[in-house]
């Protein structure tokens, strides 16, 4: 068994994402077709119009840009709470048909911390491989073996979201009260998107940054922001 770390990939995405965009909003008011209006927007309409879009919260034209994410070295944990975001696609390593020949594994930085607390979580995790190891080996199917291993258990999948979905994702797992290991996925996301589609995505964020209000009411994390709303058209990410 070995420990594995977070690795995101960035796969696919929509050709031009925010030139698309870009097509989809002008559409809505432009006797032209999408084809011929694509090409026709500057980089400076392309930013009003993108950041006017997600300000007034009318979102529904950034659906048309997609991205596909491949992410490995993530827990079985990570992935219940993912498979929730439910306008996405997604293709998971399967248990089922997947025979393990070692137990790969998360390790919680909390847990990491603690060295006796790491003694207990690394003999609970290598009794469950041996447990998982022995059953195949008694001819037990892949499908009920799987019933030993932990949450802990590493796993890959592919991911696929449209931009609204993802400007969703980010807004609710990138805030300091989401689960760390599924909060570092966002931010990774986040860095990957920032790169191929930054008008879109630097407005990405938990809503104590990009609103100044915070949605948690009493389960807030204690963060103190400015209760007076900024417009969205000032605000910058470093």
Request: hydrophobic letters at 40%; charged letters at 25%; a positive charge.
């Amino acid at each position: 068994m070995a420990r594995k770390k977070l690795k995101v990939t960035l796969l696919a995405y929509t050709k031009s994402p925010e030139k698309v965009v870009t097509a989809a909003i002008r559409q809505c008011y432009s006797a032209e077709s999408g084809a011929k209006i694509i090409d026709k927007s500057s980089k400076k309409l392309t930013r009003r119009l993108i950041r006017q879009i997600i300000s007034s919260g009318h979102t529904s034209t950034v659906e048309h840009a997609s991205f596909t994410f491949a992410i490995e070295g993530v827990s079985r944990a990570l992935t219940h709470q993912l498979v929730r975001h439910r306008i996405a696609s997604y293709s998971q390593q399967s248990q089922r048909y997947v025979k393990f020949d070692k137990v790969d594994y998360i390790l919680p930085p909390s847990i990491e911390a603690n060295s006796k607390a790491k003694k207990v979580f690394e003999t609970f995790i290598g009794e469950s491989a041996k447990a998982y190891g022995k059953l195949i080996e008694m001819g037990v199917k892949a499908e009920d073996a799987r019933f030993v291993l932990p949450n802990a258990a590493e796993t890959k999948i592919v991911m696929t979201m449209n931009a609204r979905a993802l400007l969703n994702f980010l807004k609710e797992r990138m805030c300091t009260r989401a689960q760390w290991e599924i909060r570092a996925l966002a931010n990774r996301m986040y860095e990957e998107l920032l790169s191929v589609a930054p008008e879109i995505f630097q407005y990405a964020g938990p809503t104590c940054e990009t609103e100044a209000i915070c949605w948690q009411g009493k389960m807030h994390c204690g963060k103190k922001i400015n209760r007076k709303k900024q417009p969205i058209e000032v605000r910058e990410r470093g």
